[in-house]
């Protein structure tokens, strides 16, 4: 469970990206509205703010997880990766995850051997894009014209571990991150996604 805090908070969060549904036609709010689980409102009810507000307010709070889950899946919504992993943190954290502390991750991470998790560089690659904020900002004109563009954490992942392997250790790795202050759920899929990968690459190499 999740406390009132936290319904309230990911109710906000959500409904400003279903605000988005302004750029649709008052003709296409209808089968968006059906589409997402969300109740109908008419088209005379007012402006398309309006018909957005109103239905959103009247999704019950035991229905706001699966929209949720609906409207991260929708391709046309815009979603910043911050954004999304505050929605995603929020809704999974209803699910009360077992806590694992910062001392028990950071002995696990001293443990695993990371040339060995990263076999499959592609595959490791979307499990931290899926997870964590790999990437930066848009870059602005300015900096198109110039050539210029902000190092993301991706950039370095790609310049330690795999162009120049060693640099890092899995520690260090999982220290950029920000693995050690993730809330337990997004920590334990991380877990989950490394064990999985390092599974199929010994089954692969046994086979």
Not at 103 to 117: F, G, I
Not at 133 to 145: C, H, K, M, N, R
Request: charged residues 30%; glycine residues 10%; aromatic residues 6%.
């Amino acid at each position: 469970m999740v406390d009132s805090r936290g319904g309230s908070a990911l109710r906000t969060l959500v409904g400003e990206v279903v605000a988005g549904l302004g750029g649709l036609t008052h003709r296409e709010l209808g089968p968006a509205f059906e589409e997402l689980g969300m109740p109908p409102v008419p088209e005379e009810a007012g402006s398309k703010r309006q018909r957005i507000e109103l239905s959103f307010g009247q999704v019950p709070d035991a229905e706001l997880p699966q929209l949720t889950r609906r409207v991260l899946e929708r391709g046309d919504l815009c979603v910043s990766a911050s954004v999304r992993h505050r929605i995603e943190d929020l809704l999974w954290a209803r699910d009360a995850p077992p806590e694992i502390p910062r001392k028990a991750r950071r002995e696990l991470a001293r443990a695993l051997d990371l040339p060995e998790l990263t076999q499959h560089g592609d595959r490791f690659m979307r499990l931290l894009d899926r997870l964590w904020i790999t990437g930066g900002p848009e870059p602005s004109l300015g900096d198109l014209l110039n050539g210029m563009r902000q190092v993301t954490l991706g950039d370095l992942v790609e310049r330690h571990v795999f162009r120049n392997p060693g640099d890092w250790s899995a520690e260090e790795l999982f220290d950029q991150l920000g693995a050690f202050e993730a809330p337990d759920a997004r920590f334990a899929r991380f877990l989950e996604g490394i064990v999985s990968g390092t599974s199929s690459s010994t089954s692969t190499s046994s086979a």
